[in-house]
T-cell receptor, first 117, second 113 residues
Framework: AQKVTQAQTEISVVEKEDVTLDCVYETRDTTYYLFWYKQPPSGELVFLIR??????QNEISGRYSWNFQKSTSSFNFTITASQVVDSAVYFCALSEAEGGSNYKLTFGKGTLLTVNP | DTGVSQDPRHKITKRGQNVTFRCDPI?????LYWYRQTLGQGPEFLTY????????KSRLLSDRFSAERPKGSFSTLEIQRTEQGDSAMYLC???????????FGEGSRLTVL
């Protein structure tokens, strides 16, 4: 069975601080996808990134960066120079990739990030 | 607005009543997913469709739940004889085939009194 663990329930930082959200996953699949989603107070889940299990390159997008380490089954997310608008719940998710992939996502419980001015 | 649309956004009902939620996916997306999210938890997979075919159902989807996607366009999720434990946010998502991005709607929040 697949499992995603986000050990940090809540994180509070002051604006401009860097913050890392941890994600550890479990799967028996050799091919899978990892995702991060942002859920602001409005409730809509916003897609941030998808990463294939064969691609262990770290990725940077503006102030966001992701560190995928297959050896430790982790897919951590760092926000650099955080801003108040980054305040949201962040979810890490894992999907099977049978053939064309079915995208039946298993989500973690989420980390509530509060960025204070 | 060309995103995933869900209706109603909020439904309050009494225990034992039936409710139906509608999801209109992004038009060119052939896969449609339903998830349920309870307070303080991540979304949980319920079921998904490829075009009009329902390909998989979670064990969370008891026989009181039924989902359809006639003609492979919009989808409905019906809950019969609602129970207080059904109170949750019901999320619909559709998938863009080429990039694999899963786009979520804003959800339909159900409160069962």
């Amino acid at each position: 069975a697949q499992k995603v663990t986000q050990a940090q329930t809540e994180i509070s930082v002051v604006e401009k601080e860097d913050v890392t959200l941890d994600c550890v996953y479990e799967t028996r699949d050799t091919t899978y996808y990892l995702f991060w989603y942002k859920q602001p107070p409005s409730g809509e889940l916003v897609f941030l990134i998808r990463r294939n299990s064969f691609d262990e390159q770290n990725e940077i997008s503006g102030r966001y960066s992701w560190n995928f380490q297959k050896s430790t089954s982790s897919f951590n997310f760092t926000i650099t120079a955080s801003q108040v608008v980054d305040s949201a719940v962040y979810f890490c998710a894992l999907s099977e990739a049978e053939g064309g992939s079915n995208y039946k996502l298993t989500f973690g419980k989420g980390t509530l990030l509060t960025v204070n001015p | 607005d060309t995103g995933v649309s869900q209706d109603p956004r909020h439904k309050i009902t009494k225990r034992g009543q039936n409710v139906t939620f509608r999801c209109d996916p992004i038009s060119e997306h052939n896969r449609l997913y339903w998830y349920r999210q309870t307070l303080g938890q991540g979304p949980e997979f319920l079921t998904y469709f490829q075009n009009e075919a329902q390909l998989e159902k979670s064990r969370l989807l008891s026989d009181r739940f039924s989902a359809e996607r006639p003609k492979g366009s919009f989808s409905t999720l019906e809950i019969q004889r609602t129970e207080q434990g059904d109170s949750a946010m019901y999320l619909c998502a559709s998938r863009r085939v080429d990039t694999g991005e899963l786009f979520f709607g804003e959800g339909s929040r159900l409160t069962v009194l």
